[in-house]
């Protein structure tokens, strides 16, 4: 297998999938901010389907399946965007304080698929020290827009921005400080189909933290109705969220998918559900 390093040069070495660190707790502000479905947290011996909102703690795993993106946001103001068929551990992530105030420190591993590191504005003015595992790789990110794989077949890692540091079998303390260059066969397009192997699909079935958009999928007096059907969903990645309505004077169970970012957006997801689970009649609601 082999890492390729798009900047101004290319590298080739052998890779190999590191073990993980033990798990510990988030720092302020690392959660998830989109999902479009199927995709997982895997927290212990815990596998959860993610929605935004959640809580990425050291040692949790992010999966995603095909068609699945996710959009993680860490504290310095970064977002780690991860494609389809995807596996991203998070060892080790810290908000620490020194003379010359708060710092980043990261440890990300990309254990096989696609991943996207970029930075707001704002987030270029924020320390950081992060280091991207890719195999046997460790990439140290200074810049703001990092795009990178890992698979079978060996790893490729692109500068988009800024300067990175690499360590790897034979080639130690590299540095890149020159975005990639088109006359390295490297074209505008190319980077446009990599960006979109990480970025959420608009009207695809993206949750959103701000998405007020709900997918019913069942309406039962029997919370066991609801407990299976949850089960189903949670085992092919898809978050639903039991909740409880009155009607005629007696509790039913509302079996629903909640914060698809817009109408059209809970109405991909809906229909993709009853293609999956074609006994679902799923309807949409705006929530209130």
Known sequence: MSIRLIASSIVLACLA????????????????????????LVHGDSTTPLKPGMSVADGDTLRTAAGGRVYLALPEHSTVKLGENTEFATPKMDMTQDAQGSLFKGALHILKGVFRFTTSVEA??????????????????????????AGTDGGLVALLEGKISMDM????????????????????????????????????GVLTGDGHWDIA??????????????????????????GTIQHKGREWHRLAIRQAATYKDAG???????TQFPALKPWIYEQK
């Open 17 to 40: 999938v590191p073990a993980l660190a033990a798990a510990g707790e988030p720092p302020t502000g690392s959660f998830v901010t989109a999902v479009q479905s199927p995709a997982w």
């Open 217 to 242: 999928l069942l309406s039962s007096p029997s919370a066991d109705d609801a407990a299976r059907l949850m089960k189903k969903l949670a085992a092919a990645g898809y978050p639903a969220e039991d």
């Open 169 to 204: 079998p034979g080639h130690a303390g590299m540095k890149m400080e020159e975005p990639m260059q088109e006359n390295l066969a490297v074209t505008k397009d190319k980077v446009a189909d990599w960006a979109a192997q990480t970025d959420v699909v608009a009207g695809a």
């Open 268 to 274: 991909a997801l809906a229909a993709r559900l009853h």
């Open 124 to 149: 270029k003015l924020e320390r950081r020290d992060v280091e991207i595992v890719v195999a046997t790789a460790t990439i140290g990110i200074r810049g703001t827009d990092v795009w990178g794989r």
